[in-house]
């Protein structure tokens, strides 16, 4: 039986990961399970940077957007020497099996200390939901409600000066930001890794739905790392009957008090870390399928192809 675990949060920081370190603390605890909190993710586990756990470490966290741990973002735990000093380190504070919150970069890590003979269970903590093996990440709800309700405000002012709205939206090359935010907010157009890009064809719909359709705004919700959105703005006003105005949302979308929905899936997820980890099992990462706490190997996890949204893309074309 485990005696004492870690818990870490890597990579870009989400809303949400606070209930995750809450839930895996004090079920631990609470199952005679030592807890120690890693500070600012494997760069922690590197300079050893540790904190006991008890219950009060984690009280007052849930509505606090970000991570207690801190996060950080270390490529060279790619290499073996850097891994194997972490164990070292880990070995000397006693931590027999670790809980990693992150993205799929940070299950890459866990499955290779697994290897290594520590058992490692990986959350899904990212806004982008991205990773494998999980219908939805910790963080996501959160970053989309922050999304709606921004570009619900850009709607407001772009319809009172007959404007398109391009709106930046991250995802890290997984459009379901943008997606759902079109959607959610009655977007015209949806621009993301899954539809592609032409700057010809978007030019070429906005002047439709000006001219022909004769609406008096447009809002194009645009995943990161596609387009300059800012170019985009300034084609759209020489090109179509509309101005063209741009909007990178940027870091907010990383911020702000977690959703109830975020906060349930991170309590129930580091449930589920806790209860593999007490059963020896290690190398698994932790999701939501049709609503069920799932786990699977994280090398099953990261093999498996991405969601499919065409259902999703089906209805956004409907309702345009
Ligand atoms: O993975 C989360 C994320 O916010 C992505 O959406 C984005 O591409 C990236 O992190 C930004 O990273 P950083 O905060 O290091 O600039």
Not at 96 to 121: P, W
Not at 158 to 166: I, K
Not at 275 to 290: N, R, S, T
């Amino acid at each position: 039986m485990v005696r004492k675990i870690g818990v870490l949060t890597s990579g870009g920081d989400a809303p949400g990961m606070n209930s995750a370190i809450r839930a895996v603390t004090r079920i631990a605890l609470n199952n005679g399970v030592e807890v120690v909190g890693v500070h600012n993710g494997y760069k922690g586990l590197l300079e050893g940077t540790f904190e006991a756990m008890d219950r009060h470490s984690v009280s007052d966290i849930q509505d606090r957007g970000g991570t207690k741990l801190g996060s950080a973002r270390l490529p060279e735990f790619r290499e073996e020497a850097i891994q194997n000093e972490c164990i070292k380190n880990m070995k000397r504070e006693g931590i027999e099996a670790l809980v990693v919150i992150g993205g799929d970069g940070s299950y890459r890590g866990a499955l290779a200390l697994t290897q290594k003979g520590i058992n490692c269970i990986g959350l899904p903590g990212t806004i982008d939901n991205d990773i494998p093996g999980t219908d939805f990440t910790i963080g996501f709800d959160t970053a989309l409600r922050t999304c709606v309700e921004n570009v619900d405000k850009l709607r407001d002012t772009s319809s009172s000066h007959h404007r398109c709205s391009l709106v930046e939206v991250m995802g890290n090359r997984c459009g379901d930001l943008a997606l759902y935010t079109a959607i959610a907010c009655g977007a015209e157009m949806v621009i993301s890794p899954e539809t592609g890009y032409n700057e010809l064809e978007t030019l070429e719909r906005l002047r439709y739905l000006s001219d022909a359709v004769r609406k008096n705004h447009a809002l194009v919700i645009i995943s990161e790392k596609i387009c300059d959105v800012n170019a985009l703005a300034k084609k759209v006003s020489l090109n179509t009957n509309f101005s063209g105005r741009a909007t990178v949302l940027g870091h907010i979308q990383r911020g702000g008090t977690p959703t109830a929905t975020d906060r349930m899936l991170a309590s129930r997820m580091g449930e589920k870390a806790v209860d593999l980890l007490m059963e020896g099992i290690g190398g698994h990462c932790v999701g939501i399928i049709d609503n069920e706490i799932t786990s699977m190997p994280i090398d099953e996890a990261l093999g498996r192809p991405k969601k499919s949204r065409k259902h999703l893309y089906r209805l956004f074309d409907r309702l345009v």
